[in-house]
C-alpha cells in the first residue's frame, strides 16, 4: 500500500440523496457544442474524417485563425427549451453540455476569459435559458468542462521549465476560477464531467485537483464530479495509486461498454457517440451510424451492471439538430415511454446473465426485468436463479407476445416459452421472485 495523501475527496457509494438521484436517472443526453459545429468537419474545402471537435488539429489550424470563428457564431436557431423538450420526449433524465471543450471557447460569458460568447455575434449567454429550460423539465443539468484549453496562453501539457510551471500556477488559478464562476452563476448545476485531462502537467498536479474537488463541494455541497478530474500525487488518474476510486463516478467508458461485474465495485457511465466516433457535429458522417435499437441494447447493458449511459449529440452551428439525432429522440423515446421501468431506478439484479439479454431490478424489489435483445431459436428463455429463489409470478406488459409458458427445467431452473413473437424492438418480461417453493400448480408441464 502506498502513502496517498491526495486521493478521494469523498466516499466511494455516496448514499446522500445527490448521488441516488443520479443513480436513478440512468439516461443521459450529452451534448458538445461549440465553434467546431462552424467548420463540421471540413477545413478550406478539405474532409476530415476525425472528431470535428478536434478538426483544429487535425488541420493544423493556428489558434489565431481557428479563434475567429467566434465573429461568426451568430445560433439563431439556437432553442433550449426545445432541445429540453426533445430531451424529455427521449427519456433523458439528465444532461451534459460543453461549457468549454478543447478549443477554449466558452458558451457563457466568463469573466476570465475573452473567447467567449460575448464576443461573437450572438453575444448572449447560452448557458442561463439551458439550465432554465432543461430544469423546467426537470431534467438535472451538469456541466462539461475541459481543463485541457488550446486557446490559453498558459496551458502546458508537461512541466519541463521553471517557466512551464510558472505559467501553468497561472493557468490552474484559471481554471479553480472558471469553475468556480460556474457554480456562481448556475447554482442549480447538479455536476462537472471533467475532460482533457490525460497530459503529463495536469498529471504531475494531483495535490491541485484534490483541493480543487474539495472546493468546488464546498461551494455546492451534493456536487457530482467524475473520475477523468482527479489524478493524485503520484500522476495516478480515475483510481488513486492504491486503487480507490477518485470522483464520484468512474468515467473511463468512452465509446466503449464494459463486459462484466467487475464494475460494480464503483458508480460508472459509459458515454457513447452515434456513429463511431463524432462528438462534435459533422456535415457527413463517415461508417456506422448506430440504430435506436443498437443504442437502446446498450443502455439496457449500462443498467444491468448498475452503470449509467450517456448518448452524445452534436448541434449544428445554428442551434438545431441534425435528423438522425430527431429520429433517435422518437424512437428511444417511444420505447422509454412503454420500457423505462426498466431503466429508471434500475441496476444489477444479481442473476446470471444470459444471451437473450439483460436483468434489471430496482434494489431491494422482488420483481426482476427480464430485457429480451436476443430471441433464441428455440424461443426459450433460459432462467438459472440461486438456490433459495423461485418464481412466482411472471408476465409482459405490451402487446408482441401471444402467450407465455413457464418450464422448470432443474435445481432453480426455467425456461420462459415464448410462442409467437412479433417485435422490432428489445421487450421486457417481469418475473416475481420469491423465497419458498410456492406449488400452486404454476410448474405445469410446457404445452410446446
Ligand atoms: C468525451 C470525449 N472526450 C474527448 C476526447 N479527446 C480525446 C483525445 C484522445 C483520446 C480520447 C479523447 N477523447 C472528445 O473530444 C469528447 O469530448
Not at 451534448?31 to 478550406?44: R, S
Not at 458508480?267 to 440504430?291: F, I, L, R, S
Not at 438545431?320 to 423515446?333: D, H, M, N, P
Request: proline residues 5%; charged residues 25%.
Amino acid at each position: 500500500k502506498k502513502e496517498v495523501q491526495y486521493g478521494p475527496v469523498s466516499p466511494e457509494k455516496r448514499t446522500d440523496p445527490a448521488m441516488e438521484k443520479w443513480r436513478d436517472n440512468r439516461f443521459g443526453q450529452f451534448i458538445h457544442w461549440g465553434l467546431y459545429a462552424i467548420p463540421a468537419g471540413y477545413w478550406k474545402g478539405k474532409y476530415y474524417k476525425g472528431a470535428a471537435e478536434w478538426l483544429k488539429s487535425w488541420a493544423k489550424v493556428p489558434m489565431n485563425e481557428w479563434a475567429k470563428l467566434a465573429e461568426e457564431f451568430n445560433p439563431e436557431q439556437y432553442d433550449p427549451e426545445e432541445w429540453a423538450s426533445m430531451a424529455k420526449q427521449m427519456g433523458a433524465r439528465y444532461v451534459v453540455l460543453t461549457t468549454k471543450h478543447h478549443e477554449g471557447f466558452c458558451l457563457w460569458p466568463s469573466q476570465y476569459t475573452d473567447f467567449d460568447i460575448s464576443n461573437t455575434p450572438y453575444q448572449k449567454d447560452l448557458l442561463k435559458p439551458f439550465v432554465e429550460a432543461y430544469n423546467k423539465a426537470g431534467i438535472d443539468v451538469y456541466f462539461y468542462y475541459s481543463v485541457l484549453d488550446w486557446y490559453h496562453p498558459d496551458w502546458r501539457y508537461a512541466l519541463k521549465s521553471e517557466e512551464d510551471k510558472q505559467a501553468f500556477e497561472r493557468f490552474k488559478t484559471f481554471t479553480k476560477n472558471q469553475l468556480s464562476e460556474l457554480i456562481e452563476r448556475y447554482p442549480s448545476v447538479k455536476g462537472f464531467w471533467f475532460d482533457g485531462t490525460w497530459d503529463a502537467s495536469w498529471k504531475a498536479s494531483g495535490q491541485f485537483s484534490y483541493e480543487l474537488e474539495k472546493h468546488m463541494k464546498q461551494l455546492k455541497p451534493g456536487l457530482i464530479i467524475n473520475s477523468r478530474m482527479r489524478a493524485d500525487e503520484w500522476g495516478s488518474r480515475h483510481f488513486d495509486s492504491n486503487g480507490q476510486m477518485m470522483g464520484d463516478y468512474a468515467s473511463g467508458w468512452e465509446r466503449k461498454l464494459p463486459t462484466d461485474t467487475s464494475v460494480l465495485h464503483n458508480d460508472w457511465e459509459a458515454c457513447m457517440t452515434v456513429p463511431e466516433n463524432q462528438w462534435g457535429y459533422h456535415k457527413n458522417w463517415e461508417g456506422h451510424v448506430k440504430t435506436p435499437t443498437e443504442l437502446i441494447e446498450m443502455m439496457v447493458r449500462c443498467t444491468a451492471l448498475s452503470g449509467n449511459f450517456l448518448l452524445n449529440f452534436g448541434p449544428k452551428e445554428d442551434g438545431s439538430i441534425r435528423e438522425e439525432e430527431q429520429l433517435l429522440v422518437k424512437e428511444i423515446g417511444n420505447w422509454m415511454e412503454q420500457y423505462g421501468n426498466a431503466i429508471y431506478n434500475c441496476a444489477y439484479a444479481g442473476l446470471e446473465k444470459q444471451d437473450w439479454g439483460y436483468f434489471t431490478r430496482e434494489p431491494g424489489s422482488k420483481t426482476v426485468n427480464m430485457v429480451v435483445c436476443n430471441i433464441p431459436v428455440n424461443k426459450a428463455l433460459r432462467i438459472q436463479l440461486p438456490k433459495n429463489l423461485f418464481i412466482q409470478h411472471y408476465e409482459y406488459m405490451g402487446k408482441p407476445l401471444s402467450k407465455l409458458t413457464l418450464e422448470e427445467i432443474g435445481k432453480n431452473e426455467y425456461f420462459i416459452h415464448l410462442g409467437k413473437v412479433k417485435t422490432k424492438q428489445p421487450f421486457v418480461i417481469n418475473i416475481q421472485l420469491t423465497s419458498e417453493k410456492t406449488d400452486n400448480g404454476l410448474y405445469q408441464k410446457a404445452k410446446t
